[in-house]
């Protein structure tokens, strides 16, 4: 099983980035509301995630490491109906079988804390007590460090870090109401607090995406036809160095959809300057069974039932909002 699982690792664990995704949807699905997380070497080196969710069973730890070993997925029904993030129990096998992994946890109904370790294809079967706070600490070191291979195709530390903060970026931009910390090689990058009120927000976004951002966005809240839409939407006044600053959540998950950027685009296009290139923070909310979110583990992609009633509906609130502010 140990080789199945690093066959499947490739699919799941690109590179650091991918390892930590899967790890804080995991923290997530755990019902964390704080989340740390350590780098060293851009997450070569070292990947350090603590949360503070209900945590693992002693007899579950061992078990977390195993393929298809997944605790979310009960029956045939919630295949269909899977809110949590991940389901398919596989990321932890995967990555365990090309790193030093080290996962220990505190469950919320246990008084003690226990830790298990796996060293590439090797795991430990012993389960060793530990000390912990409630919830979960992964530790993920030296990634691909028996699958040369694989670790050749790594960029520099530098790349690998910005593509892991991109996760982390996009997570945090989720998930207000949880707290976010994310350090790398010491230095702290993030401290981003809890909010209750998303709309509360603006501290967080000035971290991510610079106090440029927000300075010059404008702010909408805006429902019809069961749609939603709320966000924010950059003013094309500063820099061309955020000309990649888009981000648009469908049902509280990031997609890059053709539908969505082509509704936006058009209606910077009919508004304001053309050829300026839009920036938003945008969460579009619908019915889910209006809305097909891919969930595989690297596609971003949605198909919506009413693509036409969703391209309308965008177009025409952030048209709106930008034709009250018109030069
Ligand atoms: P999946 O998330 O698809 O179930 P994973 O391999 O990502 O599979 O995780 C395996 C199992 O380990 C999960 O189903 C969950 O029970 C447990 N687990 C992993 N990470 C955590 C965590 N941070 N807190 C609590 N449980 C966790
Ligand atoms: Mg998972």
Redesign the pocket.
């Known amino acids: 099983p140990r080789l199945a699982n690093q066959i499947a690792a490739g699919e799941v664990v690109e590179r650091p980035a991918s390892v930590v995704k899967?790890?804080l949807?995991?923290?997530l699905?755990?019902?964390?509301t704080q989340l740390d997380i350590e780098v060293e070497q851009g997450g070569v080196r070292q990947i350090k995630?603590r949360?503070n969710?209900?945590?693992?069973a002693k007899g579950?730890l061992a078990?977390?490491?195993?393929?298809h070993?997944?605790?979310?997925?009960l029956t045939l029904d919630d295949l269909e109906s899977v809110r949590?993030?991940?389901?398919?129990?596989?990321?932890?096998?995967?990555?365990s079988s090309v790193s030093r992994l080290l996962?220990t946890?505190k469950f919320n109904k246990s008084d003690e804390a226990w830790r298990v370790e796996a060293e590439g294809k090797d795991m430990a079967t012993a389960v060793k007590p530990a000390s912990h706070l409630p919830?979960?600490t992964?530790e993920v070191r030296d990634l691909f460090f028996n699958t040369p291979a694989r670790r050749k195709f790594l960029r520099t530390e530098k790349t690998e870090f910005s593509h892991l903060e991109e996760v982390v970026k996009r997570l945090a931009l989720s998930r207000y109401d949880v707290g976010f910390r994310l350090s790398h090689n010491g230095k702290q990058i993030y401290d981003l607090r809890a909010v209750a009120n998303q709309m509360s927000a603006e501290h967080r976004l000035a971290s991510l995406l610079g106090k440029k951002f927000i300075e010059n966005a404008l702010t909408l809240d805006v429902e019809a036809a069961g749609l939603r839409l709320w966000g924010w939407i950059g003013l094309p006044t500063f820099s061309r160095s955020q000309a990649d600053l888009q981000y648009f959540f469908v049902n509280g998950r990031v997609v890059k959809d053709k539908l969505v950027a082509h509704a936006v685009r058009q209606a910077y296009r009919d508004v304001l300057y053309n050829g300026r290139h839009p920036t938003f923070v945008l969460y579009l909310e619908l019915d889910p069974a209006t809305v097909d979110v891919n969930v595989h583990p690297t596609k971003h992609e949605v198909r919506f039932r009413d693509g036409r009633l969703v391209h309308d509906f965008l177009f025409s609130k952030i048209h709106r909002v930008l034709a009250d502010v018109r030069p």
Do not use: M, P, Q, V
């Open positions: 899967e790890l949807e995991n923290s699905d755990a019902g964390s995630i949360d969710g209900y945590g693992i579950d078990l977390a490491l195993c393929r070993a997944t605790s979310k997925i949590t993030l991940g389901f398919r129990g596989e990321a932890l096998a995967s990555i996962l946890s919830g979960t992964i």
